[in-house]
């Protein structure tokens, strides 16, 4: 499944699967402006780094396409893309693959999407790559049976160009014959774990269930899971690596619990430019998310929230990083 792609129709578009209406339906938005890029990005229709990464680049693709066909200045194209990169703040990938392809703006619409439509491609080889390396890891040191693991938040097609981080080892895994059963973490407060990787995971054939965030410490001391396996938005020079909320109390109980946990994701999700997690802006996000439910309210009128969008988890808690190139011990003060 291709989570996003860019078609010449409708005077060129991106389409993507709308990612707030799973499982419940499967629909493609047609994105024909930055502003409805931007809208789609923070709305969260689209989401997932590898994805953001590939949304960026594409978006400075129809960018390109809408400065020719309107006649642009260099004002409005320089603000367009300010606006698209800061779209969202944590996840590098958006910024980077905007960075990616902006350069080549003053060549043409049709250089600038080629090249994102290359690092479409790339995203989706370099998804299997470091699938393979993360099974091999995973049955190297849990040892050749089926295996029972637990993810946090979603990292599959949906979140990537295609295939997946760090559901992309437990699809690897499930292929070889090696998945007994995945833990998926509901993911509070907007559920991208009961809604979208439970929904991959039945697509894929791959038994499951369904455990509140709560819960999840607790199946792991319970001795129900044999390792955790998460993807990243970004991460820092010394490994430190922001994901999801509730990224770091896992990685703190599976580590008291003497279990394996990974970090899948792409060589761009690593920002050299930062020496640890301390320089990572975290998103905070509308109270709105925490106080309502499918737009009902569960808490008293006026009730404020704590809502970050990501924590950071440190490099200390981290068994390896896996990226497409190779395996990174930060644990042990290895720097990327």
Same mark, same amino acid.
Request: hydrophobic share 45%; aromatic share 6%.
């Given at each position: 499944? +291709?989570?996003? @792609?860019?078609?010449?129709?409708? *005077? ?23 502003? #409805? &890029? ?5 709305? &969260? $229709? ?10 960026? $680049? &594409?978006?400075? *693709? =129809?960018?390109?396409?809408?400065? @020719? ?16 990169? %800061? ?23 049709? =250089?600038? =999407? ?23 890891? =995973? ?16 990292? *599959?097609?949906?979140?990537? %160009? ?39 995971? /039945? ?35 010394? *490994? ?26 792409? @060589? ?12 990572? #802006? ?21 009730? +404020? ?9 440190? /490099? +200390? ?7 497409? +190139?190779? &395996? ?9």
């Amino acid at each position: 499944m +291709k989570s996003i @792609e860019f078609t010449s129709n409708e *005077g060129g578009a991106i389409l993507l699967v709308d990612q707030r209406l799973l499982p419940h339906e499967k629909k493609i938005l047609i994105i024909k402006s930055n502003s #409805e &890029l931007i809208a789609a990005i923070q709305s &969260l $229709a689209v989401r997932g780094a590898p994805a953001l990464g590939v949304a960026g $680049a &594409l978006g400075v *693709g =129809l960018i390109a396409l809408r400065s @020719e066909q309107n006649g642009w200045s260099q004002q409005q194209i320089s603000q367009a893309l300010v606006d698209l990169r %800061s779209a969202r703040p944590t996840a590098v990938n958006l910024a980077w693959g905007v960075d990616q392809v902006s350069p080549l703006i003053s060549s043409g619409s049709k =250089l600038v =999407l080629e090249a994102a439509m290359a690092i479409s491609q790339a995203d989706g080889l370099a998804n299997r790559a470091m699938s393979k390396l993360g099974a091999a890891y =995973l049955l190297e040191k849990c040892g050749q049976k089926r295996l029972r693991i637990l993810t946090h938040c979603n990292t *599959g097609a949906l979140a990537t %160009s295609q295939w997946g981080t760090a559901l992309g080892v437990i699809t690897e895994l499930h292929q070889q014959g090696y998945i007994k059963e995945v833990f998926a973490d509901e993911t509070r407060p907007l559920l991208q774990g009961s809604r979208l990787t439970a929904w991959e995971l /039945s697509e894929l054939g791959i038994e499951y269930r369904i455990l509140p965030d709560g819960a999840a410490a607790s199946a792991l001391f319970a001795g129900l899971i044999d390792a955790v396996v998460i993807g990243a938005d970004r991460i820092a020079r010394n *490994g430190d690596t922001a994901n999801k909320i509730g990224s770091l109390g896992l990685a703190i109980a599976a580590q008291a619990a003497n279990i394996p946990f990974l970090v899948i994701a792409p @060589e761009s999700t690593i920002d050299r430019s930062i020496a640890d997690g301390s320089k990572i #802006e975290i998103e905070f996000r509308a109270d709105s998310e925490v106080t309502h439910f499918a737009g009902l309210p569960v808490a008293p009128v006026g009730a +404020k929230s704590y809502n970050p969008a990501f924590d950071v988890t440190l /490099s +200390k808690f981290i068994t390896a990083i896996i990226t497409e +190139k190779q &395996l990174y011990h930060v644990s042990e003060g290895v720097e990327l």
